[in-house]
């Protein structure tokens, strides 16, 4: 997934990809930075979203931490996974950097919506090197389609 926008300095986003679908779709939840200002060697934080719309699958490193030890997720409740990342023995973050932090999986499974249900997946309590980002929008939209 590749998203380039201009964001501003420390930004931070959630971007879905697809935006729309139905049933069993699996969706890539993207959490995008941009123009940090300082280096990022560790990030923690929190995604929520309607569990009965989505169900939790699983977290990967994105483009900017594909070095890192580990970037990883667990649901910590119905809806609120926690991510969080580790560089390590990786590369940390460059200062001004643009890109995915981690990509979550998401997979629909919503049989009660309508069609058109739209949803929101949202980021939130940013911790460690993350303090400083700002909300760009932290929440992204998805539409339920029958």
């Known amino acids: 997934m590749t998203v380039s926008i201009n964001l501003g300095e420390n930004a931070i986003l959630a971007a879905?990809?697809?935006?729309?679908?139905?049933?069993?779709?699996?969706?890539?939840?993207?959490?995008?930075?941009?123009?940090?200002?300082?280096?990022?060697?560790?990030?923690?934080?929190?995604?929520?979203?309607?569990?009965?719309?989505?169900?939790?699958?699983?977290?990967?490193?994105?483009?900017?931490?594909?070095?890192?030890?580990?970037?990883?997720?667990?649901?910590v409740s119905p809806g609120t996974v926690r991510i969080g990342g580790f560089a390590g023995g990786g590369n940390p973050i460059a200062r001004d950097s643009q890109g995915a932090l981690a990509l979550i999986q998401l997979k629909v499974t919503a049989t009660d919506y309508g069609n058109n249900q739209q949803s929101q997946i949202c980021l939130n309590h940013y911790t460690d090197d993350l303090a400083v980002f700002q909300p760009a929008p932290a929440c992204a939209v998805f539409t339920l389609k029958k």
Not at 30 to 39: G, L, P, T, Y
Not at 64 to 71: E, F, I, N, Y
């Open 16 to 75: 879905c990809n697809p935006v729309s679908g139905g049933v069993d779709t699996i969706l890539m939840v993207a959490v995008v930075i941009a123009q940090n200002s300082r280096e990022i060697r560790v990030f923690g934080l929190e995604m929520s979203f309607d569990p009965r719309i989505f169900q939790f699958q699983g977290v990967a490193g994105g483009n900017l931490t594909g070095s890192w030890t580990a970037v990883d997720g667990n649901e």
